[in-house]
T-cell receptor, first 111, second 116 residues
Framework: GDSVTQMEGPVTLSEEACLTI???????????LFWYVQYPGEGLQLLLK?????DKGSNKGFEATYRKETTSFHLEKGSVQVSDSAVYFC??????????FGTGTSLTVIP | NAGVMQNPRHLVRRRGQEARLRCSPM?????VYWYRQLPEEGLKFMVY????????ESGMPKERFSAEFPKEGPSILRIQQVVRGDSAAYFC??????????????FGPGTRLTVL
């Protein structure tokens, strides 16, 4: 069945460091891929998405490229800020009905 | 356009009581999804509903849990005879009819259930 494997955390970085959170997936069809972010005490917010191979999603300095050949959708940011501290979830959807989420990666950015 | 609304935000119940969680989808959205997030874990799909219909309940525990999305009013996730293991954050998400804006789901702020 469909599934998402996400890099485990927690991740602690200094401000302005580079971020990469790995995400690989298994899917029977042609899924859409998503990164959601969850700030403390809040629900999930869509950060970016890609709907087909080689698409690059980007938002707020974050980006991720849909790589069909490696079944990956790694999240990257060149220079993180303290305000980026949150939990990041990789997710896929093949049918549009059910989403499969990774276990989440907690990021803490220290000044 | 208000986002997905959930209430209550926090709910405390004693073992054996009932918990009712409410979700109002975004305006124009006819699809509702419920997820459970256990401490230190990711989100697990529970159920997918459209108005008056349960489409997919493959993630729902077989006993004590039920969900509905009536023609009028919010979607309700009901947990009967709660146990400590039900303590979790329950998130509702909604989406428009398929093909309108793709398959993005919009999440509510969640209800944090604590069972004493």
């Amino acid at each position: 069945g469909d599934s998402v494997t996400q890099m485990e955390g927690p991740v602690t970085l200094s401000e302005e460091a580079c971020l990469t959170i790995n995400c690989t997936y298994t899917a029977t069809g042609y899924p859409s891929l998503f990164w959601y972010v969850q700030y403390p005490g809040e629900g999930l917010q869509l950060l970016l998405k890609a709907t087909k191979a080689d698409d690059k999603g980007s938002n707020k300095g974050f980006e991720a490229t849909y790589r069909k050949e490696t079944t990956s959708f790694h999240l990257e940011k060149g220079s993180v800020q303290v305000s980026d501290s949150a939990v990041y979830f990789c997710a896929l959807s093949s049918t549009g009905n059910q989403f499969y989420f990774g276990t989440g990666t907690s990021l803490t950015v220290i000044p | 356009n208000a986002g997905v609304m959930q209430n209550p935000r926090h709910l405390v119940r004693r073992r054996g009581q009932e918990a009712r969680l409410r979700c109002s989808p975004m305006k124009g959205h006819s699809h509702v999804y419920w997820y459970r997030q256990l401490p230190e874990e990711g989100l697990k799909f529970m159920v997918y509903l459209q108005k008056e219909n349960i489409i997919d309940e493959s993630g729902m525990p077989k006993e004590r849990f039920s969900a509905e999305f009536p023609k009028e009013g919010p979607s309700i996730l009901r947990i009967q005879q709660v146990v400590r293991g039900d303590s979790a954050a329950y998130f509702c998400a909604s989406s428009p009819p398929m093909g309108a804006w793709g398959n993005e789901q919009f999440f509510g702020p969640g209800t944090r259930l604590t069972v004493l």
